[in-house]
């Protein structure tokens, strides 16, 4: 159950596994993700289904190592098991056609992104990539991107690749030369954040992914509660997306910061 067919480094700390999971590759849609565990007294990690193969009955996830629980995941090997995965679990994207969908992935925010990509484009959208990191070496599934959209853009911090400046910069040069009637973005809170100001100022509809700040997963810790136009939502079983201009980013990002000193030892 649950073995590790493939394995892949995109960089040091970031890695490709491929998983068995037959029924949730069947059932999957974008959006969806699981939650996984290693060892039998291992902690609860969720994390967003990046795409699935139905005939090898297998599903894609990308893990970035930085505690204990995400180290053990990414040093598992090509023929090693993940002790549970548990999904799908959360709300799929809705996905409809709107004309023009700006996708904005940070990071490993990157990976989520994929599906969706994948899912406007093949519902008759034309759909605009703009991929951020903060050097060369940290931009992923770049080639699979370009696979499924109509043009990727390259944003580094440092000016490695692409173009050097920020991921807000690289949405408004779309916004500011074709309409756009859709943005998803999915990467840091931070980033998420200052692409809905961006957005909102356009008044461009914009969804963001909320993953990074849930625990349980089937909302019985009530760890990833997030404050969304007022109202208290719970991001694994109301999201894990939601209209970004609605989104309590500075409060979201205080949580987060809750337990830094707990989780770096």
Same mark, same amino acid.
């Given at each position: 159950?649950?073995?590790?067919?493939?394995?892949?480094?995109? /960089?040091?700390? !970031?890695?490709?596994?491929?998983?068995?999971?037959?029924?949730?590759?069947?059932?999957?849609?974008? =959006?969806?993700?699981?939650?996984?565990r290693v060892g039998?007294? =291992?902690?609860?990690?969720?994390?967003?289904?990046?795409? /699935?193969?139905?005939?090898?009955?297998?599903?894609?996830?990308?893990?970035?190592?930085?505690?204990?629980?995400?180290?053990?995941?990414?040093?598992?090997?090509?023929?090693?098991?993940?002790?549970?995965?548990?999904?799908?679990?959360?709300?799929?994207?809705?996905?409809?056609?709107?004309?023009?969908?700006?996708?904005?992935?940070?990071?490993? %925010?990157?990976?989520?992104?994929?599906?969706? !990509?994948?899912?406007?484009?093949?519902?008759?959208?034309? !759909?605009?990539?703009?991929?951020?990191?903060?050097?060369?070496?940290?931009?992923?599934?770049?080639?699979?991107?370009?696979?499924?959209?109509?043009?990727?853009?390259?944003?580094?911090?440092?000016?490695? #690749? %692409?173009?050097? %400046?920020? !991921?807000?910069? =690289?949405?408004?040069?779309?916004?500011?030369?074709?309409?756009?009637?859709?943005?998803?973005?999915? %990467?840091?809170?931070?980033?998420?954040?200052?692409?809905?100001?961006?957005?909102?100022? #356009?008044?461009?509809?914009?969804?963001?992914?909320?993953?990074?700040?849930?625990?349980?997963?089937?909302?019985?810790?009530?760890?990833?509660?997030?404050?969304?136009?007022?109202?208290?939502?719970?991001?694994?079983?109301? =999201?894990?997306?939601?209209?970004?201009?609605?989104?309590?980013f500075d409060e979201?990002?205080?949580?987060?910061?809750? #337990?830094?000193?707990?989780?770096?030892?």
């Amino acid at each position: 159950m649950n073995r590790i067919v493939s394995k892949e480094h995109f /960089s040091p700390h !970031v890695v490709k596994l491929e998983v068995e999971a037959p029924l949730i590759a069947r059932s999957r849609k974008a =959006g969806h993700f699981v939650i996984v565990r290693v060892g039998e007294q =291992g902690e609860r990690i969720p994390l967003t289904i990046a795409s /699935s193969d139905t005939s090898r009955g297998t599903i894609t996830l990308v893990v970035q190592a930085v505690g204990r629980s995400s180290k053990k995941l990414c040093a598992l090997g090509e023929g090693d098991a993940v002790t549970d995965v548990v999904g799908p679990l959360g709300q799929a994207t809705h996905i409809e056609r709107v004309g023009t969908v700006v996708c904005a992935g940070g990071g490993v %925010g990157v990976a989520p992104l994929l599906p969706i !990509v994948e899912a406007f484009h093949k519902a008759g959208n034309r !759909v605009i990539v703009v991929l951020a990191a903060r050097t060369k070496d940290l931009i992923i599934l770049e080639d699979r991107m370009r696979a499924c959209s109509d043009e990727v853009i390259i944003m580094t911090d440092d000016g490695s #690749y %692409g173009t050097k %400046g920020l !991921v807000t910069q =690289g949405v408004e040069s779309v916004i500011q030369r074709e309409p756009v009637n859709l943005c998803v973005t999915i %990467g840091p809170a931070v980033m998420m954040k200052f692409v809905a100001a961006l957005t909102k100022k #356009y008044e461009i509809p914009t969804v963001a992914s909320l993953n990074t700040i849930m625990v349980d997963g089937t909302g019985m810790c009530g760890a990833c509660r997030v404050t969304v136009g007022g109202r208290t939502k719970f991001v694994c079983v109301d =999201g894990p997306e939601f209209d970004a201009h609605q989104v309590d980013f500075d409060e979201m990002m205080m949580r987060l910061r809750s #337990y830094k000193e707990e989780e770096q030892k």
